[in-house]
């Protein structure tokens, strides 16, 4: 069976962050308030209220996190800007030190031979926006391609390939539709004509990114869904949750139309939201890469509440992380056969964006991640062997860090930070993530494959 070492010459090694979940710094040098400051704010929204205020204070500690992911060997690097920083109230007046912080990271990134890979959007909207309807207003699209031609234009000399969306699926439905994430919207499945926009928003920044000449990728919360019995209510169960979770955030991207979405109850128009022509503005600007953002599988059941379409349920027999999640490493292989089942020549090719598990504080060493990650590697290489075009893995996350409504409490990373002093220390999974990389190119700059550096 191939491992994780047998992934191809030329593989890319990275790991991910979010702006609002490690930057803090939210007061300083004109940046705007965003969602996740309101929600934050709000009494009992977040685990022990806390908030991003502070977070890793990468903002001011940017070159000793620069010098973590040089000493790791990182290929790539995925963070994602700040809408509000760069544009205080979502549109209008560009503030220069926003995008200054962002040259100075970029910069120090090229200088430490890490391919910047930034995300435009990770759920931190300027509140401004927000206050005019957010993601369930149209004009929230047109204002995104205006700030994505903003970054493009200052960062687009030196970043070849960036990331419109991150998890439109999580945002919408956590954010929009059950209020457990900023903006805090209890919608259900009215919440989906914020998809639909984040999809158009997608789809005209992407053209836009195109004529300069820049490649697009989205990344996707992506997860197999198996039904908890063959019974033909639990089979239709699992279809209704594999459109909701996966096919509408990836098939009018990639095949021009939007899923059945009947059984949600939900009309072919998403209540209204969808015009004539967008779902050609969200397909005919093509994708460059499929984003996989990958933890755990779901398992569904006809419903018990005959209002809802499906129930989820636990995934019995597997170990769990510190989240509760479940740990199923060849879920993430059978998801990326099953992307190339689906899509077939549609499919242009994954890069894993994130992938990883948090891991008590306490656990020392971080045994379990290394577990997870090794699992989920040889998942990824086991996938490439059987014929899926997969260019990088991306591990979510180099840093402990803001986990949104959890606060500090769940830890996905390879370094530990102390919040009280802000001290980084890297954890034995950085290590291991560290040895595994430099073996993996040892070992084809030995085969002649790739030059050594
Ligand atoms: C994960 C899901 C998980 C959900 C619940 C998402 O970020 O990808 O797998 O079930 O959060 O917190
Ligand atoms: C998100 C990250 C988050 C991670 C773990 C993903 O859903 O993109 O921001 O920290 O999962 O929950």
Known sequence: MPDRLDLPPGFRWGAATAAYQIEGAVDEDGRGPSVWDTFAARPGAVRDGHTGATACDHYHRYPEDVALMKDLGLDGYRFSLSWPRVLPTGAGAVNPAGLAFYDRLVDALLEAGITPLPTLFHWDLPQALED??????RDTAYRFADYATVMADRLGDRIPTWITLNEPFVHTVFGYALGTHAPGHTLMFEALPAAHHQLLAHGLAASLLHDRGLEVMLSNNLTPVEPASPSAEDAAAARAYDALHNRLFTDPVLLGRYPDLSALGVPDDIFGAIRPGDVDLIHAPGLDGLGVNFYNPTRVAAPSDPDLPFDLVAIPDVPHTAFGWPVVPDALRQLLLGLRDVYGTALPPITITENGCSVEE?????????????????????????????????????LDNYEWAEGYHQRFGLVHVDFATQRRTPKASYAWYRDLIAAHKARHAKQGLVTPL
Do not use: M
């Not at 005019?132 to 207003?137: A, E, I």
């Not at 045994?367 to 979510?396: C, F, K, M, N, S």
């Open 362 to 398: 306490s656990t020392d060493p971080d045994q379990p991640r290394i577990d997870y990650l090794a699992a989920h590697l040889d998942a990824v290489a086991q996938a490439v062997a059987e014929g899926v075009d997969i260019r990088g893995y991306y591990t979510w996350s180099l």
């Open 132 to 137: 005019h309807g957010g993601w369930l207003n």
